[in-house]
T-cell receptor, first 113, second 116 residues
């Protein structure tokens, strides 16, 4: 296994369009996290899954954001009706259990024009 | 409330100097974990270390060392004989059960610049 994989690496979209990102975690990891990071800031928690169950979603996350992990393996993050403020790096991480360290993918950089 | 403070926004040193990155945390929990991650210009967050609250032993890994002191709620990171490849943003993070269900709470990061 080569680690957490995210696709695409970069996405440029027009305001108002929908975008979907994919994350493939490390195979035996049951926890999967989505974070957002803007320039000069630390990662901001969005949501996480324990297997296929979405256990928590940040209160900062608008209804335009939705995430799924249908079979407890890969996950998708969809942003509907994108806005310029959605421009950021979207990071996915996975861990083996709640107390273990999380391993991160290389991120998807979203630019909304 | 839980919180992680990295007071140093940016540090610049000349190669081969030793450098210490500070991290101070706040938590009400007695069981918690502390982490350091490195984010090089490529953007990927690289895990460096995880320490649980019951293990105050300092850790050394090559040129990296970590000093965990519960009395001062600090988990500082020292790079000895720094190299240009150490240039990155370094994040300290905390996870604990009570208030955050083991979510990672991140510091703002310290940008480390190693000049040749």
């Amino acid at each position: 296994d080569t680690g957490v994989s995210q696709n695409p690496r970069h996405k440029i979209t027009k305001r108002g369009q929908n975008v979907t990102f994919r994350c493939d975690p490390i195979s035996e990891h049951n926890r999967l996290y989505w974070y957002r990071q803007t320039l000069g800031q630390g990662p901001e928690f969005l949501t996480y899954f324990q297997n296929e169950a979405q256990l928590e979603k940040s209160r900062l996350l608008s209804d335009r954001f939705s995430a799924e992990r249908p079979k407890g393996s890969f996950s998708t993050l969809e942003i509907q009706r994108t806005e310029q403020g959605d421009s950021a790096m979207y990071l996915c991480a996975s861990s083996l259990g709640q107390e273990a360290e999380a391993f991160f993918g290389q991120g998807t950089r979203l630019t909304v024009v | 409330a839980q919180k992680v403070t990295q007071a140093q926004t940016e540090i610049s040193v000349v190669e081969k100097e030793d450098v210490t990155l500070d991290c101070v945390y706040e938590t009400r929990d007695t069981t918690y974990y502390l982490f350091w991650y490195k984010q090089p210009p490529s953007g990927e967050l690289v895990f460096l270390i995880r320490r649980n609250s019951f293990d105050e032993q300092n850790e050394i890994s090559g040129r990296y060392s970590w000093n965990f002191q519960k009395s001062t709620s600090s988990f500082n990171f020292t790079i000895t004989a720094s190299q240009v490849v150490d240039s990155a943003v370094y994040f300290c993070a905390l996870s604990e059960a009570r208030d955050s269900n083991y979510q990672l709470i991140w510091g703002a990061g310290t940008k480390l610049i190693i000049k040749p």
